[in-house]
């Protein structure tokens, strides 16, 4: 074999070395973002599932306090319209908006509920507020780990130098699930 022969079967052993390694770079980088992708998805219906408990249970504890509070309607038109907001909600953002909503509803709800100390002392309504309680904590939780995996997803895609593959495979930047104004406050419920 000849010298030239050598150098060339020398120059494509490197290339496609060269191929191969930048290939599994690329299939590592792109795994990598569809599974913190995915993580943020699992994350997001974790998320759901609490919120739609949330969402179930609103009906029956807004019947339990208009049995005792009927002239409040306008705290009951506002927790139906929330309440309405998220069942129109086709994206997470718009899903977070609706329920930090909610959530101010659901405090104006708890200040009406002070005012009617029988209300307070039924098994029902005790019973109810328990179960949102326990949901509320839930949704913390879920709300805590829906973050924590946008902020790994989105570190990584942010990155140098997977930025820029990130952007050529169609990965862009998830948003937190972030409250806002009133629903910062958690309803304070005194027996």
Do not use: C
């Amino acid at each position: 074999m000849s010298k030239t022969a050598k150098i060339l079967l020398l120059i494509i052993a490197v290339v496609i070395i060269i191929i191969i390694g930048l290939y599994s770079q690329f299939k590592g980088m792109y795994n990598q973002f569809v599974m913190l992708d995915e993580g943020v998805k699992t994350a997001w219906a974790q998320v759901e599932n609490q919120l739609q408990r949330r969402f179930d249970l609103i009906p029956n504890l807004i019947e339990t306090v208009k049995g005792y509070a009927a002239h409040e309607q306008e705290t009951f038109i506002g927790l139906t319209n929330a309440r309405s907001k998220i069942a129109g909600a086709q994206t997470p953002q718009a899903m977070i908006d609706a329920n930090n909503a909610l959530s101010s509803a659901l405090s104006r709800l708890m200040v009406v509920v002070e005012r009617y100390p029988d209300l307070k002392a039924n098994q029902n309504f005790i019973r109810l507020q328990d179960e949102l309680a326990g949901t509320e904590n839930r949704l913390s939780v879920e709300r805590r780990r829906y973050n924590e995996a946008v902020r790994m997803y989105n570190q990584k895609i942010r990155s140098f130098p997977e930025r820029i593959f990130a952007g050529m495979f169609g990965f862009e930047r998830a948003n937190l699930f972030e409250v806002e104004g009133e629903a910062k406050q958690a309803p304070k419920v005194k027996f």
